[in-house]
């Protein structure tokens, strides 16, 4: 073993393992390890300028300056940035400490240990190489111990009903409607990220918890401790990239549906919202305006004027945003050059094809600038200089037709070492020249996201999720740990993204209850492919704009007077909460803060607070109790310490218990905190 310092790092050097342990942040450390002799460079999420920090290296007690020898004779060493310290023993185990106590600490089970519990006759270690024959990646397991009693939050998006992460299998890889962002909060007070992009699983059993990386050149994470859930975020915005400030005309409603076909679908639509007095701050064209997937252009049949379609709508104070898929079919006038020249994702096995919906397809390569420059100067002739104000930029895991990540390879490497990173590398197709051409903030809605997509302009919805009560309880836990994860602009498909009926009664039911719950939520958006199928296509090609299918109305007035009532009296109170809505994405642009708020993040004392996963605050000023069952009229609320306010009747009400709300269909239990 042999311990050295170098500037504000920790290197250790055993068994052909070089390990870097660094001070990267306010009271943070990075740790890399690699068996290839010397690291990548890769900054990962970790893409922010950090400022200088005074750290403390000891080897066997002694303190160490830069520059001093490698000493190969020590027993240990340790470096403290803040409250944050690291102790690796001689066996290579890693220790941290937040404040002196022992918050984590690498699992061990061999010889040589100098705990008790570490010598063991296992031979199970703490960080695991094994090499990939014939390439020069490993695989890489990294185990720590197991801390009873700990909570775990945040990792992205999951479609399942648990908010803690405890005892929880993850797959660290990006599907339709799975999101991994693998940061995670702790309720022992430090933050963990996993910054390495490559596809894997996370374990947090009650044993041990266990990182796995499928592929990798080296190891790469970063910790970081805090007081409160609000410090832990602010600390990792601080290295990963804030959100831009979230323009105010967008704060509104979002309209769409599947799918507008025509340009006079939408300009029909938004003259009837208009006519009823309801402003939509953005329209949406969905998929299949095109020719075919990768011509990246409207179907002059059905899309004769774009621009007079933009500039009407603009003349109305209406954004329109376009669907690009990151698709290309081999029909495609752009398929053959950009196969020719290497711009979109290989195979390593068999036929060149990742994707089969509606067509033979093969997805672009955004880690290749050349694939980024190609496709957005397509985009930009064929929508932006239309007026087009943002894209809808769907698929973007990608969706692969078989989730085969071995199969595929980018211009970065294969895919299952870097396949995490596609949706922020899709994104930036988009967001950097977007931002070059416009002194506005770049807003693109996106269906997938990784650690530090915030800073790339993303709305990030919850995908292709089914319209049931199940699922919209789902949503919560996914956009609460979301922002747990970093992501503050999230969203869902209100009422859900797949229905039979529009014309089910409890569908309707749904569809109320979750406009309800997405006022208090980041972005008001209608979105959904409402069934039943029976309206005929517009012609009978099996190519462009006219021959898919297309969904039911999905305007506010498609469902009935009554529920029509009900959508414009919370449209009227989301236009209220204008100027609160403003201040809590200055808070997420500021701080990190997600708009949806766990009650912890909001009363960290509280241990009530940490036991929650059914209700949530927006923003700090009000305590939202969605409404998560058929046919439930009412539910109980816990208040935390204070003073609130039920919005319904106005009655005040006294903190630290539990009260039953009524829950009418008009009504979702709401409580404003007073003080």
């Avoid at 049949?301 to 079919?329: F, Q, T």
Wanted: net charge negative; with cysteine; hydrophobic share 35%.
């Amino acid at each position: 073993m042999s311990f050295s310092r170098d500037g504000n790092a920790l290197v250790i050097r055993r068994q052909g393992e070089t390990v870097r342990i660094e001070a990267w942040g306010k009271d943070s450390l990075r740790v890399r390890s690699t068996m290839q002799g010397q690291f990548t460079g890769n900054l990962w999420a970790l893409t922010e300028k950090i400022p200088e920090t005074q750290v403390s290296v000891t080897i066997d007690g002694r303190e160490t300056g830069d520059g001093d020898g490698a000493v190969d004779t020590a027993e240990s060493a340790a470096i403290t940035n803040g409250r944050l310290k690291a102790v690796v023993n001689f066996a290579g185990v890693i220790s941290f400490y937040r404040d002196n106590n022992l918050i984590l600490r690498e699992y061990y089970r061999s010889y040589g240990g100098t705990l008790s519990r570490e010598s063991r006759c296992l031979k199970v270690v703490n960080r695991e190489w094994k090499g990939i024959i014939g390439g020069s990646e490993y695989s890489l397991h990294l185990k720590f111990e197991s801390n009873d009693g700990e909570k775990l939050f945040g990792m992205g998006q999951y479609q399942q009903p648990y908010l803690d992460l405890k005892g929880c299998t993850l797959e660290l890889a990006q599907r339709n409607s799975q999101i991994s962002v693998p940061f995670a909060v702790s309720s022992l007070g430090y933050g963990f990220l996993w910054n390495n992009p490559a596809v894997g699983q996370v374990t947090f059993g009650k044993n041990y918890t266990e990182w796995i990386a499928r592929s990798t050149k080296e190891m790469d994470y970063w910790i970081t401790v805090a007081d409160t859930p609000k410090q832990l975020l602010e600390n990792y915005t601080d290295v990963t990239g804030h959100a831009d400030l979230f323009p105010e005309e967008l704060m509104g409603l979002w309209q769409c549906k599947l799918r507008y076909r025509t340009q006079d679908e939408v300009l029909t639509v938004a003259r009837q919202y208009q006519k009823e007095g309801i402003h939509i701050d953005q329209i949406v064209i969905d998929f299949f305006h095109w020719t075919v997937q990768g011509d990246w252009k409207f179907d002059s049949k059905y899309w004769p004027d774009p621009k007079a379609m933009v500039d009407e709508l603009h003349s109305m104070g209406i954004r329109v945003i376009v669907s690009v898929w990151p698709s290309v079919d081999r029909k495609s006038e752009n398929f053959g050059p950009m196969m020719e020249r290497g711009l979109l994702i290989r195979t390593e096995r068999g036929a060149a094809q990742t994707y089969d919906y509606q067509g033979d397809c093969v997805e672009i390569d955004p880690f290749n600038p050349e694939t980024r420059k190609y496709v957005w100067e397509v985009c930009k002739k064929n929508y932006y200089d239309f007026g087009i104000d943002a894209f809808w930029l769907d698929n973007s895991e990608p969706d692969y037709g078989v989730y085969d990540f071995e199969n595929y390879r980018y211009s970065a490497g294969p895919a299952l070492s870097v396949s995490n990173m596609y949706p922020q590398m899709y994104s930036r197709v988009f967001y950097d020249e977007m931002s070059r051409l416009s002194q506005k903030p770049v807003v693109n809605l996106l269906r997938c996201a990784w650690a530090g997509s915030q800073k790339y302009g993303n709305v990030v919805w919850s995908g292709d999720v089914p319209s049931t009560f199940e699922a919209f309880a789902d949503q919560l836990q996914c956009g609460l740990n979301m922002g747990l994860a970093g992501i503050p602009w999230w969203t869902t498909d209100i009422g859900g993204f797949m229905t039979d009926d529009v014309n089910d009664p409890d569908f309707r039911q749904l569809l109320i209850r979750w406009y309800q719950f997405a006022v208090y939520s980041a972005v008001l958006r209608m979105h959904g492919d409402r069934g039943p199928y029976d309206i005929p296509p517009l012609d009978d090609r099996d190519w462009g704009g006219g021959y898919l299918h297309t969904g039911q109305p999905n305007e506010l007035w498609s469902y009935g007077e009554e529920n029509y009532a009900i959508m414009k009296k919370y449209y009227q109170i989301r236009i209220s909460m204008h100027d609160y809505i403003k201040k809590l994405y200055q808070e997420a642009h500021t701080n990190g803060s997600p708009l949806i708020r766990t009650m912890f993040y909001e009363f960290p004392e509280d241990e009530t607070c940490w036991e929650l996963q059914d209700q949530y605050m927006f923003g700090d000023k009000y305590l939202v109790a969605p409404i998560l069952h058929l046919n439930q009229f009412e539910r109980e609320v816990y208040l935390p310490e204070g003073e609130w306010i039920l919005t319904s009747t106005g009655e005040k009400m006294k903190g630290k218990t539990t009260v039953k709300a009524a829950a009418p269909i008009d009504y979702m239990p709401v409580f404003e905190r007073v003080r």
